[in-house]
């Protein structure tokens, strides 16, 4: 069945979103995403990597300025392929990549993650906040592709808590943020992301497919109380 989502509109419609929520926002989109997170960015690119184990050839999804790819880089000391739709934050990647060395080893690539297959496997493939952004019918069938026997398949992203209280806490949140960020080019991310989030299936659409693509060990493991959550498979070695 053709739903919004598999259609063109559908596509056009979420580039063009992510595309009014980051345009120009490169250089503060460090701040921004510190902010949107409760300050808990980092403590939730943590647990992803607890579940990656001693990886040599990672790709990472929607690598924005490179925060994760380069962790990833300088911690395991292996290749990574960041891919991702802004060029601007590219570009950051690259400046970033070249500062700590790595430039040898890490490679950018400007794309609709959708649109990714390469004629290459990786054993660890990586993506925080980008499944509420693509149709994951196509996304997570092209990267079980790409994925070598044994490797892992991670996805990290917002959600919207089940529990009335964190649920009040994540509204409060976004409602105070929109009032006070003014410029900078990020008012329509704080007005816009917490109907996106609320709206999103990505977790259940997300295990199924992994499913159906005959991944293992497929898991969900929430995140500070159901406000992001992970999910993870394997492909059988
Ligand atoms: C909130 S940022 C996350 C960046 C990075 N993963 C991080 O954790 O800091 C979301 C990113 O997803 C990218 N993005 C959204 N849809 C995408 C798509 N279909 N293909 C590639 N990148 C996409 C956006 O351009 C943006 O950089």
């Excluded at 345009?23 to 701040?31: A, I, K, L, S, W």
Aim: glycine content about 8%; charged content about 25%.
């Amino acid at each position: 069945m053709m739903t919004e989502t598999t259609t063109g509109k559908g596509r056009a419609n979420r580039v063009a979103l992510v595309e009014s929520f980051f345009h120009g926002t490169g250089d503060t989109y460090d701040q921004h995403v510190h902010l949107a997170t409760w300050g808990r960015d980092r403590q939730w690119k943590e647990e992803l990597l607890s579940f990656v184990k001693e990886p040599k050839r990672i790709l990472d999804l929607a690598c924005g300025t490179g925060i994760l790819a380069l962790e990833m880089a300088r911690r395991y000391g292996c290749h990574v392929t960041g891919v991702e739709l802004r060029g601007e934050y590219l570009d950051i990647c690259r400046e970033r990549a070249a500062e700590h060395g790595f430039a040898d080893r890490t490679r950018w690539i400007e794309s609709n993650a959708e649109d990714v297959l390469l004629e290459e496997q990786f054993d660890t493939i990586t993506s925080c906040y980008i499944p509420k952004y693509v149709n994951l019918d196509i996304l997570v069938p092209n990267m079980v592709t790409m994925l070598a026997p044994g490797g892992l398949f991670i996805m990290q992203d917002f959600s919207y808590p089940e529990e009335k209280w964190v649920q009040n806490i994540f509204d409060d949140h976004f409602d105070r943020m929109k009032a006070r960020i003014n410029g900078e080019g990020w008012d329509t991310m704080w007005e816009q992301l917490p109907d996106v989030v609320r709206n999103s299936t990505w977790i259940k659409d997300t295990a199924r497919n992994m499913r159906e693509q005959g991944l293992v060990d497929v898991t969900i493991v929430p995140q500070s109380r159901g406000m992001s959550t992970v999910v993870y498979g394997r492909r059988p070695a």
